[in-house]
């Protein structure tokens, strides 16, 4: 195994597994965390629906009782971190994803890069138009 040619394409074949495993990484724990954000909002409806003045919340092995308004905010709170988290798994996916891609001479896919507006861009965009 001495040949150049060899041990480059060994390095290249390595470089690629590497990326598409953190690619494939990284989807499952986005997939864990959806899971999680979408208890946590089941958590928060049924508690706003509520008539209970308390609620007990699970912190680590332990539940703890708090104050109905304490546990919908700490709920929210939740909700907002996971959301986050989310996101910038999102972001980092969509990287390794055009890495992968360009470790093996595709072409970039067309509109891979695209946000979405912001509410006050599109509410911009919406004034603009004539549409209020």
């Known amino acids: 195994m001495n040949d150049p040619q060899v041990n480059k394409t060994l390095t290249y074949l390595r470089q690629v597994e590497t990326v598409a495993q953190e690619v494939l990484a990284k989807k499952h724990l986005k997939i864990e965390l959806s899971n999680g954000r979408n208890k946590f909002n ?7 629906k509520s008539d209970e003045n308390h609620a007990f919340l699970k912190c680590g092995s332990c539940y703890l009782r708090f104050p109905k308004d304490v546990a919908i905010d700490v709920l929210k709170e939740d909700i907002k971190t996971s959301t986050e988290e989310i996101d910038e798994l999102h972001e980092e996916i ?3 994803v055009s890495d992968l891609r360009e470790l093996e001479h595709q072409p970039g896919i067309v509109g ?16 603009g138009f004539g549409d209020h």
């Open 42 to 48: 089941e958590a928060y409806r049924a508690l706003q």
């Open 94 to 96: 969509r990287r390794k």
């Open 112 to 127: 891979f890069g695209l946000k979405p507006l912001s509410g006050v861009e599109a509410r911009a965009i919406s004034k």
